[in-house]
């Protein structure tokens, strides 16, 4: 159906379309502007409803957020309330003055108890006021107590000073001696919290306290003064008397009226008797000057004898208030007991002077017995070995004039005995060394080639003579030994292998075993029986009966086995019958490669010393000395021949019809040449020798007459290292 | 099947309607009875007696053009719809003097009120305002877009008060006062989920027409496209202008188009000026949309069974118009349209108008689905 009914005029028509126009414009232009109408508040709604109610929806959420937070916000408000209130309370019940500054030093809060003594001032106390506000009110309140010549500005501003410490506390005092503790303690949040704490009461009691320590205190001392064992004085810095103790009455015989306080020193001095005499260090006049001296003093002490029975000390001490002080003492029974003990001393003294000459006998006699027997063996051997030398020499020169072999033949067995005597005496002056307590090794690092090399050509000599081949292992080991008995030890075994072996050969070498290094000889002998082997090492022990006594009495192992004992080497055996024997030697190797070269010249004996056969003429009128001499010289391996005096060493000469190599002569001959003099005689029948002047004589005319010759002077007593030089120079200077 | 509400159906003679009424709604305690009433019955008398009878539940009542009962559509009936205090909590709340209250104190009065009931009842999370208007009052619009403002998110619904077919007067009663020119609201949080609905089943044809002369207060319209509306109406319809009745209003509805929505305005009789009153605000200028309707019964059974998606409510309360009513007769549906009504356990009346949040409509069924607890076995 259309909008106009079309059986309408077009007039009609055209006039409802401009009237329905009209109505549609109307409604545009105005239909929004009638609010009130209902149409409008109906198509409002229609449009609107959905974001009307979406935005209300959202005005409600807001809304609720709302509520909550004003319902939080009362919440707090209570808290924050109740928690204001709480520390009202809190401080409230703080039994101190209690105020709380805020960081801007700004008053919060306080309690009624802050202030509470200084009246005029509590009124001005509200939240709010300044901390300078509070101290220059304090100030100026008639209640507070200021020091003497202080103003209440002074005052303010100190404490305004004390406050920026970071710890305050001190003590204010109010009116009526009244007193106030203030401390300040900082907040977390820069505040300052204000204590006041009346400490009236402590600070009375602490004054009372005082006062009654003081009167203690004296009490204590005199006390002391009176349980003192001395008697004490003490005087003021003028000389007058101030304290004491009864005793000092007593001891010094002092009235007790005189003692008062103010006596003075010099009157207290008179009053001392002349029965008082100053004994020790001071007198009396230089005591009184003492007393009386200006300016600090040094102490002093001295000693009185009173009534010629009684002795005291008196000791004097300045004091800082240069006043003094003086003690007395009671020392004569300590003085008596000291003079006594001195007596005793005295005797004691004697008593032990005389058990020491006692001792000093006794040791000399001992020292004398024990060189007698010294000297006897040592006599006893070289008086054996003298002849028995000599012996061999008239064999030696006889044998250069037999033909008859037969006859040489009786002579090389007499010469062999002699040379088996020889060495028997030897090796029982060797064992008798071993087992002698007074016995010293040598020990030091010993080069083993130094051993070996010379036996090789010993050795070499003994088996060639029994068809035996000899062979030594070279070494280059360095051994912690004594070199002269190992090398008997060494020598020993490899002359019992060469004698007990009949074919065959001897080997020695040195194997090193750890820290040590095992010196072997081996043989190709008989062997030793297991049941035999402990035996082997006794003296005079032979197993072989059938070997001739020519070859030795069986010392040789006692000897090794001592030896070995005594230095700390162990010794071994290995053995099996019919093939061979190994005797084996331990000794430590010595720890740093050290020069062959011994470091003393006491140990210093050159190897061709002992190989070069050199024969020293001895002369010297002592026997004992000359013993001596003569069996160091030999120890070296050096032959001596040796005489009392000039005659009989010219005779003795002649007699050997040999010359010597060197000649030790003492100057001093008893009758007779002098040595100087035989020195003459000797060189002028054998030519120019080495020759050694032994004196005591020290005096520059003996010295210029050695010069004069061109003698060597060796002073008595003898110093063996100057020998063993002299020797020395003569073997290196004469090789044959 | 129990409901969330509690019935009760009653006719409007019956000599002691509130024993028969309290007998079978049961002890309760209920926040709120409603009464709707057949104009048949002595609204006064009953409503007066009702007062206090039901402990301290409010009882708000109005009178209608029928009534939504247990057979569907009926006559002369008091229906009594209560809401136990077990599942709802219910501010109810008196709105007198339409056209002079004061539009700001009311607003800040619900707004109160529904805070003060959504603190009351914090286990409730659903909410619908319940409106019941005079509806011969001429002022559902305003009112509403009032409500609207004070309610904010909760969602209103509504009818107007009827008077049977006579279009004389119409009465409220809270509490046993008697009203008119009056609204009764009632605010109700529940612990069952609800649905607030509107339907209807009407479609905009090309026939529109220009209201040229009206007086929009009184919602009489004097010239549609220049011509006498009546008549206007008449000869776009094709009709006789002097044969024009409400069953022609019921079959040939007008609706304004407003965006890509239309609403109903609903023809409530011809003057004797031959000028066409309308049931709702009209205006000078505005464009009316002859309608034409879909099958009544289908669109209300395919409608009902839309709120029943996600299972079925336990009951419905609904406000329906007096020219579905109409229409329905005309159509001979009314048996059909009460068997739906009645399977789907839906009471209510039959109005002079509804209300859907902010606005006030006309033929269209509306009112809320009411469904079972979700913390409650089905």
Redesign the interface.
Known sequence: ?S???PSDSLERQN???I??T???????EY?TA?SG???????????L?RR??ER??E??RT?DLL?ESNAQLALANQETEAARRNLADAIETVSEGFALFDGDDDLVMCNSRFCRDFRDTTRDLRPGLAFEGYVERISRSRYLALPEGVTPEAWAEQRIRRHKDRRVMFNVQLAHDRWLQVSEHRTANGGTVVLQTDVTDIIRLERQERTRLKDKQARMIRATLDHLNQGVAIFDENARLVGWNAKIGTLLSIPARRLHIGASFQSLLDQLGDDFDFTRGIDRAGFGHWARSEGPRDPISFEVRHGGIQTLQIFGRGMPDRGFVISCTDVTAEREAAAKLYEMNEILEQRVMERTLELEDALSAAERANASKSRFVAAASHDLLQPLSAAKLFISSLSDRLVDDSDAAVLAKAESALTSAEQLIDALLDISKLESDALRFDVRPVALAEILGPLRDEMGMLAAAKGLSLRIVESTLTVETDPAYLRRIVQNLMANAIRYTTRGRVVVGVRRNGGSARIEVWDTGPGIAEADQGTIFEEFKRLDTRASSNDGLGLGLAIVERACARLGHPLGLWSEPGRGSCFMVNVPVAHAETPATPPRARSARPKGLAQAGMIVLLVENDAQLRRAISILVESWGVNVIEAEDAETALQLLADLEIAPDAMLLDHQLGRGMTGVELYEVITGMLGPLPCAVISADRSPHLRQLCKGVGLDLLQKPLDRHKLIQFLDMVAAADPG | MKGALCIAQIAATDPTPVDAILSQLGPGPFELVCLFVSPDADFTTLTQAASGRFGDADVMACTTAGELGRDGYEDGQIIAVAFPSSLFAVRSYVVDGLDSFDEQQLIDRLIQSRLELSRRAPDMPAEFAFLMVDGLSLREEHLTTVLASGLGPMPLFGGSSGDGTDFHATYLSHNGRVRQNAALIAMVRSRCPVRVFSLDHLVPTETRMVVTSADPDARIVHEINAEPAAAEYARLLGKDPNQLDPFTFAAHPVVVRLGDTHHVRAIQRVNEDGHLVFFSAINEGMVLTLAKHNDIAEHLREGLAGLAQSGRPRQILGCDCILRRIEAGQSQKTREISAILRDNNLVGFSTYGEQIGALHVNQTLTGVAIYPPEDEAL
């Open positions: 159906m909008l106009i009914n006039e409802k379309l009237k329905i009209e109505a549609l414009m109307r409604r545009v239909g009638q109408a209902a149409y409008a508040q109906f198509e409002r709604a229609a449009l409803e009307v109610r209300t929806l005005l409600e809304l509520h």
